[in-house]
DNA sequence: GATTGAATAT
DNA sequence: GATATTCAAT
């Protein structure tokens, strides 16, 4: 069991994201100074200024890796087995500094150099694209935790996505569980209609799930228990989060920055970054369960990088993009990882 | 005081 | 409709 445990996870650890490929989202917003100089408050208002403040900001290449959880002790806990390899690898220490002066440190990497600091955090940021790439991270993240633990800040930890906030992900994890509701209702009750094919999409197509209201949620997965609260997947024993990370970051992030910029400047060259999304609620054997984490106390510390053993797939950065909608115009949008979805 | 989850606003 | 923001409850 423990071998299939160990499986998925090293299958569900590749397919994910690295930390590296992951885009981060917070630097690129407006700096203090730019914002100041423009005079910056509604996004609706200065877009143009705003748009080409931050069109001047992701030009200046600048990276900010806003330093990643803190490694935690991680407890290894002694009577688990670590079910993968690379695990209590301090390479992940590697980021930097991540105690003393975040405050210098962030109002530093935020102000591009300049002394800004307080503004920098009043600033709006644009509006988040929830991508099936970053969705699928989302979910992967909730699957993992169980649903018990799947709280905003936990989720936004494990996601260990650059820029990605607590209200961003507490927004996207309510509509997540009403979608979730709409399936279970479907699935169990439902009788006729499509509910049928399970609330997993695991299959091909997008299951007979009338899913069609969400594009998005559809494209990812559900994982089996969660449409099943009633019965939990292994409630005996639970795996402790695996810190996977052994990948240490380098300075690729500069080369991200250029590839990111690129796709803004040509959209077409998404298509070759566009990723084929594992699947990760279809297991072999169809078997589906893992309460990660199942345990309240281990919220905080149990969360760490997670970082697949080889990646060679440029993802994208931010695009940073004008919506041209009517009603909208001028509205900045962040989008992390490619638009593309299938 | 911090977080959460639902309601409400944009 | 999607995401952000607000707000009462924990």
Do not use: C
């Not at 644009?126 to 699957?143: C, E, I, N, S, Y």
């Not at 569980?177 to 094919?197: A, D, P, T, V």
């Amino acid at each position: 069991m423990r071998e299939d445990d160990s499986n998925w996870f090293a299958r569900w650890e590749e397919e994910l994201p690295s930390p590296d490929e992951l885009m981060p989202i917070t630097q690129t917003l407006i700096t203090p100074d730019l914002a100041l100089a423009f005079d910056i408050r509604n996004s609706t208002n200065s877009s143009s200024a705003a748009a080409a403040a931050v069109a001047a900001a992701s030009n200046s290449l600048h990276q900010n890796q806003p330093v990643p959880p803190p490694p935690p002790p991680l407890p290894t806990s002694s009577g688990l087995p670590s079910p993968n390899h690379n695990n209590g690898n301090p390479s992940l220490a590697t980021s930097q500094h991540n105690s003393s002066e975040f405050a210098a440190d962030s109002s530093a990497e935020l102000g591009s150099g300049t002394g800004g600091d307080e503004p920098a955090r009043t600033l709006k940021r644009p509006r988040l694209v929830w991508t099936p790439q970053l969705h699928k991270r989302f979910v992967d993240a909730v699957a993992h935790l169980g649903i018990k633990n799947a709280v905003p800040k936990t989720i936004m930890q494990l996601m260990s996505v650059d820029g990605l906030t607590r209200e961003n992900v507490a927004s996207h994890l309510q509509k997540y569980r009403l979608y979730l509701k709409r399936m279970q209702g479907l699935s169990s009750g439902g009788g006729g209609g499509g509910g049928g094919g399970g609330g997993l999409s695991g299959g091909s197509s997008t299951v007979g799930v009338d899913a069609a209201t969400d594009h998005l949620f559809a494209s990812s997965p559900v994982p089996a228990h969660f449409l099943h609260p009633g019965r939990p997947p292994n409630p005996d024993h639970f795996l402790p989060f695996v810190p996977v990370s052994a990948l240490q970051h380098h300075h690729h992030q500069q080369q991200m920055a250029v590839a990111a910029a690129a796709a803004v400047a040509h959209p077409q060259l998404q298509g070759q970054y566009h990723r084929q999304m594992g699947h990760f609620g279809s297991p072999p054997n169809g078997q589906f369960d893992h309460p990660f984490l199942a345990r309240p106390a281990a919220q905080q510390q149990a969360v760490h990088r997670m970082g697949p053993p080889v990646h060679n797939a440029p993802v994208p950065g931010y695009v940073e993009d004008l919506e041209s909608a009517n009603g909208n115009a001028g509205r900045k949008v962040l989008t992390l990882f490619p638009t593309g979805d299938d």
